[in-house]
């Protein structure tokens, strides 16, 4: 037991695996803490929690929330709903002026467990860049029932980083205010988690049933340097989600002290990672503005660009992902998968093996979050891999300008290989097709769809698709379907294309038109009980 006043450090020096080390719940203990190295093993994991009885938390498999840590709301969040308003939560936070804390694990920690901990920092001008890290090689540790959290209007970077970790769980927490405010700050992304950064084995990583808000990306694999790529990663029933209150001219604006909003990029991407699964989130609210223009989730290798004309991860991938049984909500655009150098001309390893079914993008609107309102980009970069082997499948989206942005500048680079747009509903968009740029060179200079899939991809498959309302003009691939609009689809509640219920109706001229015999589009069931409970 440490009470509070008592010492964290001298409890944790001391500590034998096995041990359970109890703070004082509702206490604060501030400062920067070590936590050490010890020869622990999976029977004999020190537990660091708080004093407060199990039957004070969430059961395991629940997500805790600030009510336990006595806050009933947060403006701009999603409600609470407070049982009780009791904190039993013991507090740990960072006072340094700047720098990282208050957690670090030393190199070579293992078989650690924290349970119902607030990790925080104080409010201070000074950035803070990692409420927990890590300063070599750990493994076996398990975030559980946390509340981690920056300050309202302050730059704190992120939440985790990762750095050289294998097997670590982040489970039934919530993190919230990672950002970093525009042209003042003294960052200029945030993230909850990240990773995929430094040398050594990285992975598994179990992401799972947390609330995960940060302005920049809520979680990021890779972008810097690398001699290694994170492996089997688990990133499932997370409500990701940035507060629409941080966006400037919204009622209840929130931005830096000065009045400066935060910085927006995405919410999920993968710069350095392999085998991921992506299953049953829910994210909402993503923006354009930045660096970014409002991208929900990005397929990204990248060999990062370094000083003096170097590159920081030739090694760097993005391969074998998949994405399923989501809802993506209230962005500037859906996904950017592309392979792409850096801008020192590296090239990254690879970037392809990528299933994307049954997701649900909606409220992708332009002129709301400052983006282009498109599905999907689908692109290669001079000198960058080969982009092969997408198979998009079953997906409801309703884009308002542009279904896909494609570019290969094929008289340089090979069309792009093994690319499947299967059995899914989507708004054409004013200019369904088009394409990324730099002229006739580009596979998709003509930003006609049958004239650009046969140009850019060396083999596709464009089928059993229904695309609303597509312009008179354009040339579609054979065997699909063309509803004069929403209303043509059959759905249950369109509701103007967002949060509506896309069921097909039983008249529907589309149910069980797929190539499975299964109804076009999403299958609306399969998300909701993956995603039960995540709000």
């Known amino acids: 037991m440490v009470r509070s006043g008592q010492s964290i450090e001298q409890v944790l020096a001391d500590a ?36 407060a009885p199990d039957a004070s938390l969430p059961p395991e498999g629940t997500r805790l929330n600030p009510c336990y840590g006595g806050v009933s709301s947060l403006p701009g969040r999603p409600q609470f709903n407070c049982a009780s308003r009791a904190n039993v939560l013991a507090k740990i936070e960072f006072n340094g002026n700047g720098g990282s804390g208050p957690l670090t694990f030393s190199s070579g920690a293992n078989h650690y467990r924290l349970i119902g901990l607030e990790l925080t920092r104080a409010v201070s001008s000074a ?24 300050t309202p209007q302050d730059d704190t970077v992120r939440g985790i980083l990762l750095g050289q970790t294998r097997s670590v769980a982040i489970v039934d927490s919530f993190l919230n205010d990672f950002h970093c405010v525009s042209k003042t700050g003294s960052c200029v992304d945030s993230q909850t988690v990240a990773g995929g950064l430094g040398d050594g084995p990285m992975g598994p990583y179990k992401i799972v049933n947390n609330f995960l808000e940060a302005s920049g990306e809520d979680i990021l694999l890779g972008g810097g340097q690398a001699s290694a790529t994170p492996h089997d990663i688990e990133v499932r029933h997370n409500h990701m989600f940035k507060p629409i209150t941080w966006m400037k001219g919204q009622p209840g604006f929130v931005g830096g002290t000065n009045g400066n909003p935060f910085i927006v990029k995405n919410i999920f991407e993968l710069k350095n990672g392999q085998r991921i699964l992506l299953d049953g989130n829910i994210m909402e609210n993503n923006w354009g503005g930045f660096t970014q223009v409002g991208f929900a989730i990005l397929l990204t290798p990248k060999n990062q660009a370094g000083g003096g004309g170097s590159n920081l991860c030739p090694i760097c991938q993005v391969t074998d992902v998949i994405i399923r049984n989501s809802w993506i ?207």
């Open 16 to 51: 034998s695996c096995g041990d359970i080390i109890q703070l004082q719940a509702g206490a604060t203990f501030s400062g920067n803490f070590v936590i050490p190295a010890k020869s622990c093993d999976d029977s004999h994991w020190i537990v660091i929690r708080t004093s």
């Open 329 to 535: 909500s209230h962005v500037g655009a859906g996904l950017q998968i592309a392979n792409a150098s850096s801008d020192n001309g590296g090239a990254p390893l690879d970037g392809q093996r990528y299933s994307i079914h049954d997701i649900v993008i909606d409220d992708i609107d332009d002129r709301k979050y400052s983006g282009p309102s498109q599905f999907a980009q689908i692109s290669v970069g001079a000198g960058a891999p080969l982009l092969q082997n997408v198979a998009i499948n079953h997906v409801t989206a309703f884009p308002l300008r542009m279904l896909f942005v494609i570019g290969d500048m094929v008289t340089t680079m090979p069309p792009m290989k093994n690319f499947a747009f299967t059995n899914s509903i989507v708004n054409a968009g004013s200019a369904p097709v088009w394409s990324t740029g730099g002229g006739p060179g580009n596979c998709a200079f003509h930003n006609d769809p049958l004239t650009t899939f046969s140009a850019c991809f060396s083999s596709y498959t464009f089928t059993a698709n229904a695309i609303i309302a597509p312009p008179a003009a354009a040339n579609w691939p054979k065997k699909n379907f063309f509803p004069r609009s929403a209303a043509a689809v059959g759905f249950a509640n369109y509701n103007g294309g967002i949060r509506g219920d896309y069921h097909l109706q039983a008249s529907s001229p589309y149910k069980g038109k797929g190539t499975d015999g299964k109804d076009l589009g999403a299958d609306i069931d399969a998300i909701h009980s993956a995603t039960a409970g995540v709000e």
């Open 127 to 150: 950035a803070v860049y990692n409420l927990i890290q890590f300063k070599g090689p750990a493994d076996h540790l398990v975030f559980d029932r946390l509340w981690i959290h920056g």
